[in-house]
């Protein structure tokens, strides 16, 4: 029979709890900030940025999702809205008809950029304004070490 595991200390039962409000908290202001800038949400930008970075413009669906900072399940709806926009365009995949690329266009080029102002100064304002930059660089190494396997 197997022993239980250990409980974890009070200091650790702590610092999750304050990660998971710290992330709610943060991402809702920014969220906020967006919205009323009249900007869609910060899944929007996180797509547009990273096909902005990829290879001409372009990601495959499955790099998207391996890219984005949030949960994947409803990508294939979130690009379906922004294609609507025009924001992005599938594409062939070239030498495979099963598959598509989905390529950023100007105006998702335009959109983020526009976008990226009202984030830049909501990061300043919710992270910028409370922590040095030491403070920052010591959090970013600890929030490291938990996401490293």
């Known amino acids: 029979m197997q022993e239980p595991p250990s409980e974890p200390s009070a200091s650790v039962i702590r610092a999750w709890g304050r990660l998971i409000r710290a992330e709610r908290t943060v991402v809702g202001r920014i969220e906020a900030e967006l919205k009323s800038a009249g900007f869609p949400s910060l899944h929007w930008y996180d797509v547009l940025l990273e096909l902005k970075r990829g290879p001409e413009g372009r990601l495959t669906p499955r790099e ?56 830049a100064a909501a990061i300043n304002r919710f992270i910028s304004a409370k922590l040095t930059d030491n403070e920052a660089g010591q959090l970013s190494a600890l929030m490291l070490k938990l996401i490293q396997e």
């Open 64 to 119: 998207i999702e391996e890219a984005v900072l949030f949960e994947q399940y409803n990508l294939s709806r979130l690009l379906d809205r922004m294609e609507k926009e025009g924001l992005v365009r599938r594409i062939p995949f070239p030498g495979d008809k099963r598959r598509q690329l989905i390529e950023i266009t100007e105006e998702g080029k335009a959109l983020q950029w526009r976008m990226w102002s009202v984030y």
